[in-house]
């Protein structure tokens, strides 16, 4: 046992983990009685020949029943536009840190837009990584997008 070893209790331990995922995810944790909430949000941007708009979305992202042995249920409702959904999922899965053997992933699938959701036991930190760089991977580049305004 990770935490026992290290002399950390139960509550430093949740308190460190929670501290990297929120510096993984660049975003703020709300921890209520061992629930962990991660506070973020995405801006989808929906364009068609004449005309663009943004969408802010939060992200459903939380964290429960942490471990001694630093693992916990992870869990994340990530809403992607269709055309985003096969680099997301590739980055999951071809990411550095491999998915554990407890890993389930389902996608909604609704005209514009698709809920993959993903759960996990793993410990947060390898959970928060591997989405984050998902993440980066399908967030719009400066530049990149083309707002026409007539």
Not at 102 to 116: C, D, G, K, L, Y
Request: hydrophobic share 45%.
């Amino acid at each position: 046992m990770k935490a026992l070893k290290e002399g950390m209790n139960h509550m430093q331990l949740a308190e460190t983990a929670m501290e990297r995922v929120s510096a993984l995810l660049d975003a703020e944790v709300e921890s209520i009685g061992g629930t962990h909430a991660v506070k973020k949000s995405r801006t989808l941007y929906i364009c068609n020949e004449k005309l663009c708009f943004a969408c802010t979305l939060e992200l459903d992202i939380s964290i429960k029943q942490l471990r001694p042995d630093g693992k916990a249920l992870n869990f994340a409702e990530i809403l992607l536009l269709p055309e985003e959904v096969e680099a997301f999922t590739s980055a999951l899965v071809e990411n550095k840190i491999p998915l554990p053997t407890s890993f389930r992933q389902w996608t909604v699938v609704n005209p514009h837009i698709v809920a993959v959701n993903l759960e996990t036991l793993e410990p947060p930190e390898h959970f928060a990584g591997r989405l984050a760089a998902a993440l980066e991977l399908v967030e719009p580049k400066e530049g990149l997008l083309d707002f026409k305004t007539s």
